[in-house]
């Protein structure tokens, strides 16, 4: 895929006021909601949905790793699942919180480092927040962490970056714009590829331009994130008690290939 440059010149860009941020969504979380308005959570969580009923009818306590705003967890509170979250952004948790959903336990912590004292049916982590854990030890520590807080033989189902996809086609620069009433919205997002550490940067720049006042703040981030290929995956699941059920193509439940971005993997606690 080629890359695509855009120019914004039609902007005069204020002096530098830019928050900068390491921590992923530490700027954009007051935006996170509408730069993802135009995402199907229903549909993706019926998805999931179906791969729960598929594997285990009788499943009932859902642990939610990275929940964000709460998107996926209404709709599996509406399923009529009782759902404990973990998020480690406590502004999104915020606005997950007054969302008020009905048997949704919101709390702030670490995916890699938590203790509930409890067992759950199934655990889920949605929307890449896997690939947000770069370095092995992040990524064997969440996996003994929700090994622990599952039930014998219950599921840890979560999506990734695909290694294919991602050295075969390379991610671009895309652009989007969003309106409210208020502002105008514009998000850059420039990637950088690191093929050595299977890690991408993805530099974002959010331009909000008052639609009164034509001013433009402009607020700069950048998500590092790894990708996956599936026999890490197996190696990890063995390493932290888990036994590789499922692998295919998030959505669509399609067989995985150099084409596929996001791959679902679905574990079974041994």
Request: net charge positive.
């Amino acid at each position: 895929m080629r890359k695509t440059r855009f120019t914004l010149s039609r902007f005069k860009m204020p002096e530098d006021k830019s928050s900068h941020s390491a921590e992923p969504f530490a700027a954009l979380n007051q935006y996170y909601d509408l730069l993802y308005a135009d995402k199907d959570y229903r549909s993706e969580s019926n998805y999931i949905i179906s791969i729960i009923k598929k594997y285990n009818p009788q499943a009932k306590e859902l642990l939610e790793l990275g929940f964000g705003t709460a998107n996926y967890s209404r709709h599996f509170s509406d399923a009529g699942y009782n759902v404990t979250g973990i998020e480690k952004n406590e502004q999104m948790a915020e606005v997950a919180r007054s969302k008020r959903i009905s048997g949704f336990v919101p709390l702030i912590g670490d995916i890699t480092d938590f203790t509930l004292n409890r067992k759950f049916d199934f655990a889920v982590s949605l929307f890449h927040v896997i690939s947000y854990l770069t370095e092995n030890k992040s990524v064997v520590s969440c996996f003994k962490r929700v090994a622990e807080h599952l039930n014998k033989n219950s599921l840890f189902i979560f999506d990734v970056w695909y290694t294919p996809a991602v050295y075969m086609q390379q991610p671009e620069t895309r652009i989007k714009r969003l309106n409210t009433d208020c502002n105008e919205v514009f998000r850059l997002a420039e990637p950088e590829v690191f093929f050595e550490q299977n890690l991408v940067q993805v530099n974002y720049t959010l331009l909000v331009k008052n639609k009164v006042s034509l001013r433009c703040d402009v607020l700069k981030e950048s998500h590092l994130l790894r990708h996956f290929s599936t026999p890490e995956i197996i190696l990890i699941a063995e390493i932290c008690g888990f036994t590789l059920l499922g692998c295919e193509e998030f959505l669509t439940g399609n067989k995985p290939s150099e084409k596929t971005w996001g791959v679902c993997y679905i574990l079974k606690k041994q």
